[in-house]
């Protein structure tokens, strides 16, 4: 029997998957899920957090909502720019 090999990258893979029906989507989900490692996901994710904590230690909670209003009247300036 001749053996073949086909070399896919990720976005080849991922656009296959998201062509296939939802049963065997989830059958691929519940393979993976098996696999993964949930403390070592919550060690990073923690990590995540502390470094985004850190970084952003020396701003003001007053300064990060003035920040979050102005990005909101942009994104809602831009939203009804494009309606019009």
Same mark, same amino acid.
């Given at each position: ?11 080849k893979?991922?656009?296959?998957? &998201? ?5 065997? &989507? ?16 919550? *060690?990073?994710?923690?990590?995540a ?19 979050? &209003?102005?990005?909101? *009247? ?11």
């Amino acid at each position: 029997m001749a053996q073949v090999t086909v070399q896919l990258d990720f976005d080849k893979i991922l656009t296959a998957i &998201k062509q296939l029906p939802q049963a065997q &989507k989830v059958q691929i989900w519940q393979s993976l899920d098996a696999e993964l490692n949930r403390d070592e996901i919550n *060690r990073e994710f923690a990590r995540a957090l502390e470094e985004i904590w850190t970084a952003n230690a020396h701003f003001s909670e007053t300064e990060v909502n003035a920040d979050i &209003k102005t990005a909101i *009247r942009q994104v809602r300036a831009e939203t009804t720019a494009r309606r019009s």
